[in-house]
Structure formats: structure tokens, C-alpha cells
């Protein structure tokens, strides 16, 4: 059977858009990452650098190597603000962090169980009601307010597996009305976790 629809135009809506990129003040065509703070700025990482927009211009914040308190990557892969104020830039190499007050910002050194700091891609963050902040990228990450320190929560597989040729990394994270918190794997299905319980369930297409 045909279907016709027929729209009112009472029903119809006009939608504006404006189209922001390089030719009006963007740093970089590929945005990453979108944020809305609180003070009503939005804020686009891109391969090129942050890009702050209050509805007219645009500021642009990049790396500058003769600068300690410039960003330290310019490929920002995703943006979380902060209950103070304060905007986390997750970057190819790890978390910068941007402080409003003097427009800066520092390196997050926070180190894991083995010593070390987050180095690598942080692809996703999520603030939980617990104060811990859960990181995606090469591992899953667990980065708490109150100690000021970094957790492997769950090792991605790094031995090369045929059946996979593509190593699983954590891509999304979502916390859910109940407080349990939901991972997107790459290549290796969703995983949830239980605060509660403090475990983990393995959802896959098997």
C-alpha cells in the first residue's frame, strides 16, 4: 500500500542554523567533542585545538611549547566540566585541565597503581555521584576526587587475538538513573558496573 502523509502548515517548524568553522573563527573543521558549561559558553575540541564560543566569537586555546600553562595537545577528544568550575580536556595524550578564573591550564598528573599518569588517548569521562571520575581510552580508568589518584579498573586485551584483529577500547560511558555505569567497548560489546556489588556484567552479540 502508498502511504501519504499530509503535513498541516500549522505543523511545519522553520529551523535556523548557522554554520561555525574555520572561515568564521573555528580552529579546526573537525569537532571531537561539544560541551555547554555552566555559564552558558560552548566548548568544541577539535584536531586543532579548544575552541570557546559565547554565541559571537570565538577564542581559540592550543598548545604552545614555550608555554607551561598552555594546553598540552591540540587534538581534544573529549570535554567534562567539573563541579568547581573547571573544564577537563581530554587529549590524545592524556587530561589537561582549564582553569576559568586565570584561562590556564595543567597537566593532570595523577598516577595509577603502577606509578604511572594517563598518558595516552582519553576518548570519554563521566562524573559519577561518588566523586570518581570514569576515563575511556586504551584501559578503563577510575580517577578519584578525594584521593587525587588513578585505578585500572579493567585492562583492555592486548595480546593479538586473530578472531579481533582490532584491540577493544573503551569509546563511551553512561551513568544510568540507578548509578550503575555503562561502557561501549570497541570490539568487545557493552559492559556494565554495579557500585554496589562492585562488579561488572559482559554483554556481547553471544
Request: contains cysteine; positive net charge; proline residues 3%.
Given at each position: 500500500?502508498?502511504?501519504?502523509?499530509?503535513?498541516?502548515?500549522?505543523?511545519?517548524?522553520?529551523?535556523?542554523?548557522?554554520?561555525?568553522?574555520?572561515?568564521?573563527?573555528?580552529?579546526?573543521?573537525?569537532?571531537?567533542?561539544?560541551?555547554?558549561?555552566?555559564?552558558?559558553?560552548?566548548?568544541?575540541?577539535?584536531?586543532?585545538?579548544?575552541?570557546?564560543?559565547?554565541?559571537?566569537?570565538?577564542?581559540?586555546?592550543?598548545?604552545?611549547?614555550?608555554?607551561?600553562?598552555?594546553?598540552?595537545?591540540?587534538?581534544?577528544?573529549?570535554?567534562?566540566?567539573?563541579?568547581?568550575?573547571?573544564?577537563?580536556?581530554?587529549?590524545?595524550?592524556?587530561?589537561?585541565?582549564?582553569?576559568?578564573?586565570?584561562?590556564?591550564?595543567?597537566?593532570?598528573?595523577?598516577?595509577?597503581?603502577?606509578?604511572?599518569?594517563?598518558?595516552?588517548?582519553?576518548?570519554?569521562?563521566?562524573?559519577?555521584?561518588?566523586?570518581?571520575?570514569?576515563?575511556?581510552?586504551?584501559?578503563?580508568?577510575?580517577?578519584?576526587?578525594?584521593?587525587?589518584?588513578?585505578?585500572?579498573?579493567?585492562?583492555?586485551?592486548?595480546?593479538?587475538?586473530?578472531?579481533?584483529?582490532?584491540?577493544?577500547?573503551?569509546?563511551?560511558?553512561?551513568?544510568?538513573?540507578?548509578?550503575?555505569?555503562?561502557?561501549?567497548?570497541f570490539n568487545d560489546g557493552i559492559r556494565k558496573?554495579?557500585?554496589?556489588?562492585?562488579?561488572?556484567?559482559?554483554?556481547?552479540?553471544?
Amino acid at each position: 500500500f502508498i502511504l501519504i502523509h499530509f503535513v498541516r502548515a500549522s505543523d511545519k517548524k522553520d529551523y535556523y542554523f548557522r554554520h561555525l568553522n574555520t572561515e568564521n573563527g573555528l580552529s579546526q573543521n573537525t569537532v571531537l567533542c561539544i560541551l555547554q558549561d555552566k555559564t552558558g559558553y560552548m566548548w568544541f575540541g577539535t584536531k586543532g585545538g579548544l575552541n570557546r564560543y559565547d554565541g559571537n566569537s570565538v577564542k581559540i586555546f592550543k598548545m604552545n611549547e614555550g608555554d607551561s600553562t598552555s594546553l598540552g595537545n591540540n587534538t581534544v577528544l573529549s570535554l567534562l566540566e567539573m563541579p568547581d568550575g573547571k573544564i577537563w580536556a581530554g587529549t590524545d595524550r592524556g587530561i589537561y585541565v582549564y582553569d576559568p578564573s586565570t584561562e590556564t591550564f595543567h597537566f593532570l598528573d595523577a598516577k595509577n597503581q603502577h606509578g604511572r599518569p594517563i598518558t595516552g588517548g582519553v576518548i570519554d569521562m563521566k562524573l559519577d555521584k561518588n566523586g570518581n571520575v570514569w576515563i575511556a581510552g586504551d584501559n578503563l580508568l577510575r580517577y578519584s576526587m578525594h584521593t587525587g589518584k588513578v585505578e585500572i579498573v579493567m585492562h583492555m586485551v592486548t595480546k593479538y587475538n586473530p578472531e579481533k584483529p582490532f584491540r577493544p577500547r573503551t569509546r563511551s560511558i553512561n551513568i544510568d538513573k540507578d548509578g550503575q555505569i555503562w561502557f561501549a567497548i570497541f570490539n568487545d560489546g557493552i559492559r556494565k558496573y554495579n557500585p554496589i556489588e562492585n562488579n561488572f556484567n559482559h554483554y556481547t552479540k553471544d
